[in-house]
């Protein structure tokens, strides 16, 4: 029904930057938010930053605070996560989500990417 396809993961300098992209299609009839989440070995998923499509608000977890930037492209359901003085505790796999009303329906669902895998490592 909805498929999300992030791009923009590698392996980046401490220090570097890095620009995630994440693309929604599919059977789309609203999306209300769109947000990064990232999970490091051993460790639990956490909730990146966030933005709601409609009104542009956003959220950021403390550690990125200052030094990401999530922006979106309605007209291309897409979000973006910039990602500016990477440190080594960054690294993770990184995943998209979007909450999407699907054609059809009159509810929300919130659907996952595949991840990306960004390394923060010299």
């Known amino acids: 029904q909805v498929q999300l396809v992030e791009s923009g993961g590698g392996l980046v300098q401490p220090g570097g930057s890095v620009r995630l992209s994440c693309a929604a299609s599919?059977?789309?009839?609203?999306?209300?938010?769109m947000a990064w989440y990232r999970q490091a070995p051993g460790k639990q998923r956490e909730l990146v930053a966030r933005?709601?499509?409609?009104?542009?608000?956003?959220y950021y977890i403390d550690s990125v605070k200052g030094r990401s930037t999530i922006s979106r492209d309605n007209a291309r359901n897409t979000v973006y996560l910039q990602m500016n003085s990477l440190r080594t505790e960054d690294t993770a796999a990184y995943y998209c989500?979007?909450?999407?009303?699907?054609?059809?329906?009159?509810?929300?669902?919130?659907?996952w990417g595949q991840g990306t895998q960004v390394t923060v490592s010299s």
């Open positions: 989500t979007a909450e999407v009303v699907v054609t059809g329906t009159d509810y929300s669902r919130t659907f």
């Open positions: 599919g059977s789309i009839s609203n999306i209300y938010n």
């Open positions: 933005i709601a499509t409609a009104s542009g608000s956003t």
